[in-house]
Every structure is written in structure tokens, then in C-alpha cells.
T-cell receptor, first 111, second 120 residues
Framework: GEDVEQSLFLSVREGDSSVINCTYTDSSSTYLYWYKQEPGAGLQLLTYIFSNMDMKQDQRLTVLLNKKDKHLSLRIADTQTGDSAIYFCAESLNRDDKIIFGKGTRLHILP | GAVVSQHPSWVICKSGTSVKIECRSLDFQATTMFWYRQFPKQSLMLMATSNEGSKATHEQGVEKDKFLINHASLTLSTLTVTSAHPEDSSFYIC????????????????FGPGTRLTVL
């Protein structure tokens, strides 16, 4: 069935790069997403990548996709205190389908 | 563009009462809307999918008579939690997809800010 797995916690020093990893099971997924959720707030779409892409970069964010291994990663360069949040990896079959979310990775920034 | 709003942002109610949550697409026509639920420290789980003008499809384990969904227009969907109980306390988030002002297909779903429901 559909499943998205990601580590629950990541601690990174301010200024370093953060890398959040995710694996998914449904090879038919064409959309792969990264969302950010700050405490008590809604979801913010950070970026998404199509399954026929290997990489997508947007300012400090870099998404890498290994479709063969069904592995997705999000790299945040020069991590700042404002990046402290929960990051959800997610997938969907296409843009009109339900989105399956991972449990979220809580990113903690060390001074 | 592609803004989704929810109302109310939070609500507290007594056990046994019904609560209605609205989800609106502000600048596009939402042909499909999704309702998700997020319990504390957990991920989002899809509750139901609604297409404008037709009955909603509830996910397995989500009671359709308890979680009533109406998607009567291209800009509004409502979720009514009937006879709410403390175990229904959660963060309810909607998302929407559809067409923009120039009838272009939106690239992805857009999420509302969520409604926090607390049932006493």
C-alpha cells in the first residue's frame, strides 16, 4: 500500500546544512512534496518535484529524488532559527489525488 | 494566487453539539476539495474527498454520517462534525484544487490554514 517514512527528529547547528530524508512505497506517485509546519500553524508548501525529475533547487532548498530507490531528500542550506519546524514528506498519484503524508521530521536548530 | 481560507480558525464546543467548518477558495474555482485531520504530534490523514456538485467520498474508517461534507459551489466546502465528542478534538485542514482565473489548471493542491476543534 501507500506509505511514506521519514525520521522523526533532526538536530542541526545554525549555519550548517540540514538534510531530511524520506522513502515512499508507491512507485506510481508522480508528485512528491515537502511541506513545512510551524507550531500551531497550517501547512506551507515548500516545494514539489515530479517523478521524472532528479533534482530541483529553489534558493536554499534542494530536493533530490532517487526514483529507483524511492528516496526523496530535502536539503536546507545555511539553516536558520526560522527553519525550526516540522517537515512533512508527501506523495500523490497526480495533482488531483489525495496526498499521503509521512509522520513529519521535527527540525531543531542548535545555536 | 491560489489562496484557501478556513473558518473558524479555532472552535471550542460542548460534547454532543455539532460544529461546522468552512473551507473557501478565494481566487480560484475549486473543483476538488479534500478534508484532512491531524491529531497532536501526528501526521495528516485524509478524511474525505469532495467534488463540486457530487457526494463526498469518505476514507475507510471515517463515518460519513458523522462527518458531513457539502461542496455545493466551486468556492465553498463545509465539514460538519455531528454530535462531537472529545475524541474528535483535532486540527482539521482542507485543501483544494481546480482552475485559476484564466481557466488554467492549478499545479497542485493548496491548503487552508486549518481549524482547531476542541470538544469539552
Amino acid at each position: 500500500g501507500e506509505d511514506v517514512e521519514q525520521s522523526l527528529f533532526l538536530s542541526v547547528r545554525e549555519g550548517d546544512s540540514s538534510v531530511i530524508n524520506c522513502t515512499y512505497t508507491d512507485s506510481s506517485s508522480t508528485y512528491l512534496y515537502w511541506y513545512k509546519q510551524e507550531p500551531g500553524a497550517g501547512l506551507q508548501l515548500l516545494t514539489y518535484i515530479f517523478s521524472n525529475m532528479d533534482m530541483k533547487q529553489d534558493q536554499r532548498l534542494t530536493v533530490l529524488l532517487n526514483k529507483k530507490d524511492k528516496h526523496l531528500s530535502l536539503r536546507i542550506a545555511d539553516t536558520q532559527t526560522g527553519d525550526s519546524a516540522i517537515y512533512f514528506c508527501a506523495e500523490s498519484l497526480n495533482r488531483d489525488d489525495k496526498i499521503i503524508f509521512g509522520k513529519g521530521t521535527r527540525l531543531h536548530i542548535l545555536p | 494566487g491560489a489562496v484557501v481560507s478556513q473558518h473558524p480558525s479555532w472552535v471550542i464546543c460542548k460534547s454532543g453539539t455539532s460544529v461546522k467548518i468552512e473551507c473557501r477558495s478565494l481566487d480560484f474555482q475549486a473543483t476538488t476539495m479534500f478534508w484532512y485531520r491531524q491529531f497532536p504530534k501526528q501526521s495528516l490523514m485524509l478524511m474525505a474527498t469532495s467534488n463540486e456538485g457530487s457526494k463526498a467520498t469518505h476514507e475507510q474508517g471515517v463515518e460519513k454520517d458523522k462527518f458531513l461534507i457539502n461542496h455545493a459551489s466551486l468556492t465553498l466546502s463545509t465539514l460538519t462534525v455531528t454530535s462531537a465528542h472529545p475524541e474528535d478534538s483535532s486540527f482539521y485542514i482542507c485543501s483544494a484544487n481546480g482552475q485559476g482565473a484564466r481557466r488554467e489548471a492549478l499545479d497542485t493542491q493548496y491548503f487552508g490554514p486549518g481549524t482547531r476543534l476542541t470538544v469539552l
